[in-house]
């Protein structure tokens, strides 16, 4: 591999560092209006009246906008029905868009916005979701407030814990946790002559919110065209929540027929948009003598707030990971997520996994603690391995890097030294280290099977480059570094003769979402498939040219050889310009299916994914008993990938989604006062600056997957995910103090010391 494999530079790091970069708040358009939100103050509450008439009047505001001016349907089509785009009679969360203002500037639009006349009547907010389930609880969805209910059943747990010699049961709970992404969300839509409307924006998904354009103006799919802008992250925030953003955008532009941009403010993005799911789990493990698992099962509870949206998928791949990365013949899982009067809860990096994983990894580091073993031999004497069936019963059949994750991070952490000298010590400041192991399925699963595809357009031009297309975005993870050298390896050209395109609608078709850690896997297959066509056109003339069969051609770095001796060469850029000359097409769409996958929902048994990464993290940790401080001194993660495309790619994502982690475990937590968000800015939600990083140790490994591009498998989202328990179950070894609830502040842990002293 003369590309694939290599450690490059990012594709796209010169015009960001630069600031040359185009974001959706760098665009303008001839005419362009400023919109801004009217939004609820109330948790909930009915809508008496609202007067968005009263502000046309001020200087600069154009026109107005309320549920009755939206020309299609007023809801958001996602997974289930009933997410507004403007609240029509009631309001469920405080921060709910009412109403739009659209003026000539931005801060026309949002003084308007802020003097519009709403008049409530206040309704009691349901904001535990414990009490979402009990009888009687205000019917915020359906009779039980429940977007969704998931299970696993495999074999027979009571008799599991019949036969176990001992038994762990415990309650954890995990908070809201905000994206902090560094671009708010924005959108500009922009009418066209045609009666159709193009929409540029932030985000992950454009086909979502192609559909949903297209539902809320009543138009044909085809007038409406999804151009993804420049996107300064987004983490899971980005997939549906454009849909709104767009939606507002394109309401007051086809009111106006001008072009209309929306940016959200930060307090507005952070009071209004969604957060990762808050979870109450119930887990209970049992085992045998020599720590052999013999039954799991576990309970969670899952804040859903007031609209669905992904809730249902978040809570499934919650469900298929909630017996963590072991083999155990027993095991039973419930799984709710509920209505709240709280901002909705959506996609987030780890997709619901991360929360039940908290639980599941401080289990483990009980059970070891109780049987007097060590916490890293627990984990290796039952993990899954090639051959074991999972909770689901899925068989493992290749790219089970588990094994050998633990071994990598054990050595370069120099785990055993530090175990057994640490957490003994008596001063106030002790020293502890501590372990998990995860595994994350990639792609999509078997609940969302028609998902599973994407498509991909390459063509290479007369001077030897190439341009592709894909229906997936680059939101900063680095895709497009990684499906370039994926492209230059397929054709034999350099790094610098590939580029992409924006992502727009109408250029590939419906690939997907880009979540679940699938960028690569199916963007990385349709392009080898887009590519292998143009290739047996361009080769085929580069063998005329070099005088041998096409079977006895190699590409690399721009050039053709004859054979593997390499004695007769000619440029790709000769090859292309004699195909032009001949009319020979070099343009393809390339398309890729994932392997198939099954599931069955009553006993929550099935192929879930196609493949699965592991992770194994250990944290050193450094525990001020005086304050109640812990620091993360270092972390090492190992993580299976597959095949590393882009190894300095890879390394980077593992240190991003670390200290995300590390914000998870530690600091991050969205806070409430009678529903309403009292922390709605970064000087108050607390993530991980540069100061407060660990030492951080990427370790890839890889166990290569026949079906990924090249062996790579996806991956991105589970660096966050292992974090949390590693570092609880390190701060139980320096100090004896297992605390089961997220972020482990000083409070928390203060708190412990004081309940442990009784």
């Not at 609880?137 to 059943?153: C, I, K, M, Q, S």
């Not at 001992?166 to 959108?187: D, F, I, K, R, S």
């Amino acid at each position: 591999m003369s590309v694939v494999g290599q450690r490059v530079p990012r594709v796209d790091a010169r015009e960001k560092v630069t600031g040359e970069a185009r974001f959706v708040d760098d665009l303008a358009f001839p005419g362009m209006l400023y919109a801004a939100v009217v939004r609820s103050t109330e948790p909930r509450a009915r809508i008496l009246s609202m007067d968005l008439e009263s502000v046309l009047s001020l200087p600069g505001v154009v026109a107005v906008a309320g549920p009755d001016d939206i020309p299609g349907g007023n809801n958001i089509p996602l997974i289930l029905p009933g997410h507004p785009l403007l609240a029509p009679g009631e309001t469920n969360f405080c921060g709910q868009a009412l109403g739009l203002v659209g003026a000539e500037t931005r801060e026309a639009a949002d003084l308007a916005a802020g003097l519009v006349r709403v008049e409530y009547e206040p309704r009691t907010p349901l904001l535990d979701p414990l009490d979402a389930r009990l009888p009687g609880a205000p019917g915020l969805y359906g009779e039980d407030n429940t977007f969704g209910h998931h299970v696993v059943r495999r074999g027979d747990v009571e008799r599991g814990f019949r036969e176990a010699f001992l038994v762990v049961e415990n309650t954890y709970h995990t908070p809201a946790q905000e994206h902090a992404y560094l671009e708010p969300q924005g959108a500009i839509a922009v009418p066209t002559p045609d009666l159709g409307i193009v929409v540029y924006g932030s985000m992950q998904c454009p086909f979502y919110v192609q559909r949903a354009i297209a539902h809320i103006l009543g138009l044909p799919l085809g007038k409406v065209r999804i151009v993804q802008t420049t996107t300064g992250g987004a983490f899971g925030g980005k997939e549906d929540a454009p849909s709104e953003v767009g939606g507002q955008a394109a309401v007051l532009a086809w009111k106006t027929r001008r072009p209309v941009k929306l940016v959200y403010h930060r307090e507005e993005d952070m009071h209004s948009m969604s957060k990762r799911h808050p979870a109450h789990i119930r887990y209970k493990t049992g085992v045998k003598e020599d720590g052999t698992l013999v039954a799991v099962e576990v309970q969670m509870t899952y804040d859903g707030g007031a609209f669905g949206t992904l809730s249902p998928v978040v809570l499934w791949r919650a469900t298929v990971h909630a017996a963590g990365a072991y083999r155990c013949p027993n095991v039973r899982v419930d799984a709710w997520a509920v209505a709240t009067n709280k901002e909705p809860s959506g996609a987030f990096r780890g997709f619901g996994a991360p929360q039940v994983l908290f639980a599941a990894e401080s289990q483990m580091d009980e059970v070891a603690a109780k049987l007097g073993m060590d916490p890293l031999a627990l984990r290796k004497h039952n993990i899954l391995r090639t051959g074991d069936e999972t909770a689901t019963g899925q068989k493992l059949r290749s790219s089970v890097g588990s094994l050998q994750t633990i071994r990598e991070a054990s050595r370069a952490s120099d785990y055993r030294t530090k175990r057994a000298r640490w957490g003994k010590d008596r001063g106030p400041v002790r020293k502890g280290i501590g372990v998990s192991t995860i595994n994350y399925g990639a792609g999509l699963g078997g609940l969302s099977p028609y998902l599973t595809r994407a498509g991909a357009f390459v063509q290479v031009h007369a001077d030897g480059s190439a341009l592709y297309a894909v229906g997936t975005t680059e939101m900063g993870q680095g895709m497009h570094t990684v499906l370039a050298q994926i492209v230059a390896e397929e054709l034999g050209l350099r790094l610098d003769q590939v580029t992409a395109t924006e992502t727009d609608t109408s250029r590939v078709p419906d690939s997907g979402p880009t979540v679940a850690s699938r960028a690569t896997i199916m963007s990385g297959n349709a392009l080898r498939d887009a590519c292998a066509r143009v290739r047996k056109n361009l080769w085929g003339v580069g063998a005329s040219i070099l005088g041998v069969p096409l079977h006895d051609v190699l590409g690399e770095g721009g050039v053709l050889y004859a054979g593997q001796k390499q004695d007769k060469s000619v440029a790709v850029e000769d090859v292309a310009r004699e195909c032009i000359s001949r009319r020979v097409h070099l343009a393809a769409q390339g398309w890729f299916r994932a392997p198939k996958t099954s599931w069955d929902p009553k006993r929550g048994q099935g192929d879930a994914y196609m493949v699965y990464a592991w992770a194994t993290n250990i944290a050193e940790v450094e525990v001020d008993l005086e304050t109640g401080v812990v620091r993360l001194v270092r972390l090492t993660a190992a993580h299976d990938v597959g095949r590393a495309i882009n190894p300095v790619g890879v390394e980077g994502q593992i240190e991003g989604g670390s200290l995300q982690g590390v914000g998870y475990a530690l600091t991050e937590e969205v806070l409430r006062k009678d529903g309403r968000i009292i922390n709605p800015d970064f000087s108050t939600y607390i993530i991980p600056t540069p100061s407060d990083a660990p030492e951080i140790t990427p370790v890839i490994v890889e166990s290569r997957f026949s079906k990924g591009p090249h062996g790579a498998k996806g991956f991105a989202e589970q660096p966050l995910m292992g974090v949390a328990p590693a570092v609880a179950n390190a701060v139980y070894h320096a100090t004896g103090l297992r605390i089961r609830e997220l972020p482990l502040t000083p409070e928390r842990l203060k708190k412990e010391m004081e309940r442990s002293k009784r």
